[in-house]
Every structure is written in C-alpha cells, then in structure tokens.
C-alpha cells in the first residue's frame, strides 16, 4: 500500500513561485509513474506534468516552461516547482502514483494511489 501526502500550497500574487511536495511512503518513487493533476472549482480533474519510472517527463501544455517535475528518490518525495503563476493555475493540486501505468499517463484514473491534495490560489 502506498500512502502520498502532498504539501506547500499556499496563496501567491502573479508571477510568484511554489513548490510542491509529494512525500511517499509503503514504495519506492523509483519504482512509480506519477505525476501531479489539479482541479479548479467546476472543473474536471487535469493532468498538469508526469515523471514515468525511467525518468522520462511530460508537461500539459498550460505549463510548460513553467512548472518542473521531479523526485528525490533518497527522501522518497516528489516536487512540483511551479513559477510564473497565473490565476487560472488555481486549483486543489493532488500527486497520483502506481507502478504499472500505461496508457494515457495524463489520466488519472490510470494510477492506483492518489494523494488528498493540497491548496494553490494565485490571486491577480
């Protein structure tokens, strides 16, 4: 059983930064697919940047060159480092993992472990 716990969201001004944390436990994140997904109000569930096993990264194309994907596999926790924020990046933030995703790695029906989310509000 994996457990993800996600932390660092928080209320920043346009243009500001934050980084998530995703920390796992129960398995190793170099053993995981996993990526970050986020929900606005009214909104469906949108897949945001995955880092699959072999270290391979993908970004929605809403944030690319802004947001980074990453993992400490020493610390077992993953990152969202997310810069140059808009309001329409607002949202409940969830990380997701499961070690024999295939498919589409931007749904996140596809992962087995889902994490309770954590807050992110860019005010303008």
């Known amino acids: 059983q994996v457990q993800l716990v996600e932390s660092g969201g928080g209320t920043v001004q346009t243009g500001g930064s934050l980084r998530l944390s995703c920390a796992a436990s129960?398995?190793?994140?170099?053993?995981?697919?996993t990526g970050w997904f986020r929900q606005a109000p009214g909104n469906e569930r949108e897949g945001v940047a995955i880092l699959l096993r072999l270290g391979i990264t993908k970004y929605a194309d809403s944030v690319k060159g802004r947001f980074t994907i990453s993992r400490d596999n020493a610390n077992n926790t993953l990152y969202l480092q997310m810069s140059s924020l808009a309001p329409e990046d607002t949202g409940m933030y969830y990380c997701?993992?499961?070690?024999?995703?295939?498919?589409?790695?931007?749904?996140?029906?596809?992962?087995?472990?889902r994490g309770q989310g954590t807050q992110v509000t860019v005010s303008s």
């Open positions: 129960g398995y190793g994140y170099s053993n995981l697919h």
């Open positions: 997701a993992a499961d070690p024999w995703m295939d498919g589409n790695g931007f749904n996140v029906l596809k992962y087995k472990y």
